[in-house]
């Protein structure tokens, strides 16, 4: 598989396969991905990998303050309040595409429990998170994100599948006990890791992108 077929086969799996990933392969990713570039070189990542026995526990930890309705507050702003055109719509729509896939509308009850999915890591056998320390900026957050990418790109070339998650930083006080987390570490985001569910709906769909003209502005080029 080439780049240009990983990035374009490359989608959010939101079902995967109870199929175990080996270590070595999660550490090949995680290795691999570290040639990511990031503004000075920084390398700002800092990356926890979760699987058998230590996912379980952590998902039946996050499951059972669910279930007593308890909740925290996030470290960060996930989307900014009051999103605006054409941003509001893309997420309405990306939205509105994941309740149809699942069959429940998200007035009836399907926010909740696309929301459970997420916090059992959608049923992938390893679970990642990504942290970074509070001092660093925009650029550094950048950073994390191209480090991400590029880990989910040779997933994807692996025949593995991903999707990333940044509902996780709903529980950033869980997540810090958890993974004992030193003080000036936070978390951005999670990620699924494993193999996809070919059989689930929620898979079996892709999101929309905007045309290249709506983005890109292209100077000196000619005309087409
Ligand atoms: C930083 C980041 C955080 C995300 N967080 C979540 C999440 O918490 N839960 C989820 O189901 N999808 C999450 N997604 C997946 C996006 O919804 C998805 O990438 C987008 O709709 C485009 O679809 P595609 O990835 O299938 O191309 C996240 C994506 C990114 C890049």
């Given at each position: 598989m080439n780049v240009t077929e990983a990035v374009l086969k490359r989608q959010a799996i939101r079902a995967f396969l109870p199929k175990p990933v080996s270590a070595d392969v999660v550490r090949t990713l995680l290795d691999t991905a570290r040639h990511a570039p990031s503004g000075g070189n920084l390398q700002p990542w800092h990356v926890y990998a979760l699987s058998g026995a230590?996912?379980?526990d952590f998902i039946a930890e996050i499951a059972a303050k669910l279930a007593r309705n308890e909740r925290e507050t996030t470290e960060y702003e996930i989307y900014p309040r009051n999103l605006w055109e054409p941003l509001r719509g893309r997420r309405s729509r990306a939205g509105e595409q994941r309740y149809r896939a699942l069959g429940i509308g998200r007035e009836a009850n399907g926010q909740a429990v696309l929301e459970e999915r997420n916090f059992r890591f959608f049923g992938a056998p390893v679970g990642l998170f990504f942290c970074l320390d509070r001092r660093v900026g925009p650029p550094q957050w950048s950073d994390i994100?191209?480090?991400?990418?590029?880990?989910?790109?040779?997933?994807?070339?692996?025949?593995?599948?991903?999707?990333?998650?940044?509902?996780?930083?709903?529980?950033?006080?869980?997540?810090?006990?958890?993974?004992?987390?030193?003080?000036?570490?936070?978390?951005?985001a999670g990620m699924s890791l494993g193999y996809t569910d070919e059989t689930s709906a929620?898979?079996?769909?892709?999101?929309?992108?905007?045309e290249l003209s709506k983005f890109a502005t292209m100077i000196g080029f000619g005309t087409p």
């Open positions: 230590p996912l379980d994100g191209m480090y991400m990418q590029t880990l989910m790109l040779l997933a994807t070339e692996r025949g593995l599948a991903t999707c990333p998650q940044e509902v996780w930083a709903n529980w950033p006080k869980t997540i810090r006990a958890f993974l004992k987390l030193p003080d000036e570490l936070m978390l951005f929620m898979n079996s769909y892709r999101t929309e992108r905007e």
